[in-house]
């Protein structure tokens, strides 16, 4: 059974830092891209990150270059979005996905409500 499991979420003041995790099992972990997504209310998901765990490429949306990095520990099977300089806006629930190459991943995670108050 495919399973991602996020954590880290959690409300921190604008300017501050988050680490977020993704645990993945039951597939092989260098057969996807795994990346984040993420939701706030009344808007669209939209793809934050993604990282190949094959050959270590990766992609960042406009809204978060310079400010978050995404990396891979291949041997823990877990991803990570370090998220520094934290604005109110990245307020949003932030899902782990995989393939995160695809506009409509087949495995997600369940969730994880990062919060940055002003």
């Known amino acids: 059974e495919v399973q991602l499991v996020e954590s880290g979420g959690g409300l921190v003041q604008a300017g501050g830092s988050l680490r977020l995790s993704c645990a993945a099992s039951g597939f092989t972990f260098d057969d996807y891209a795994i990346g984040w997504f993420r939701q706030a209310p009344g808007k669209e998901r939209e793809g934050v990150s993604c990282i190949s765990t094959s050959d270590g490429s990766t992609y960042y949306a406009d809204s978060v270059k310079g400010r978050f990095t995404i990396s891979s520990d291949n041997a823990k099977n877990t991803v990570y979005l370090q998220m520094n300089s934290l604005k109110p806006e990245d307020t949003a629930v932030y899902y782990c996905?995989?393939?995160?190459?695809?506009?409509?991943?087949?495995?997600w995670g369940q969730g994880t409500q990062v919060t940055v108050s002003s």
């Open positions: 996905a995989a393939d995160c190459e695809v506009a409509d991943p087949d495995y």
